[in-house]
Nanobody
Framework: VQLQASGGGLVQAGGSLRLSCAAS????????MDWFRQAPGREREFVAA????????YYADSAKGRFTISRDNANKTVYLQMNSLKLEDTAVYYC????????????????WGQGTQVTVSS
């Protein structure tokens, strides 16, 4: 499985960004797609997850109500729409794939994409 993330950038507090993750590989449909993030000096943390089959997405408490994860099965792309961004959302965001189940722990991730920087300014 290969993952290619894009869409990061600089945005003012209260603004929006949409991240994309293009997934490829013969077995990608067997994986739950995740977004994690890592702020400077902090551990990598779970943000959101979605399955290709259309089950209920999962969100970290920090993302609920502001972020929406979605998928495009035809193009094997996962999105993270981030609204009402806060300064504390500043981090490198990583697309990830976890085999079969939603686990929400970075140690359980099977594949990582490269990170994309999101910077929220005041």
């Amino acid at each position: 499985v290969q993952l290619q993330a894009s869409g990061g950038g600089l945005v003012q507090a209260g603004g929006s960004l949409r991240l994309s993750c293009a997934a490829s590989g013969r077995t990608v449909s067997n994986y739950v797609m995740d977004w994690f993030r890592q702020a400077p000096g902090r551990e990598r943390e779970f943000v959101a997850a979605i399955t290709w089959s259309g089950g209920t997405p999962y969100y970290a408490d920090s993302a609920k109500g502001r972020f929406t994860i979605s998928r495009d099965n035809a193009n094997k792309t996962v999105y993270l729409q981030m609204n009402s961004l806060k300064l504390e959302d500043t981090a490198v965001y990583y697309c990830a794939a976890t085999y079969l189940n939603i686990r929400r722990r970075s140690d359980d991730v099977d594949y990582w994409g490269q990170g994309t920087q999101v910077t929220v300014s005041s």
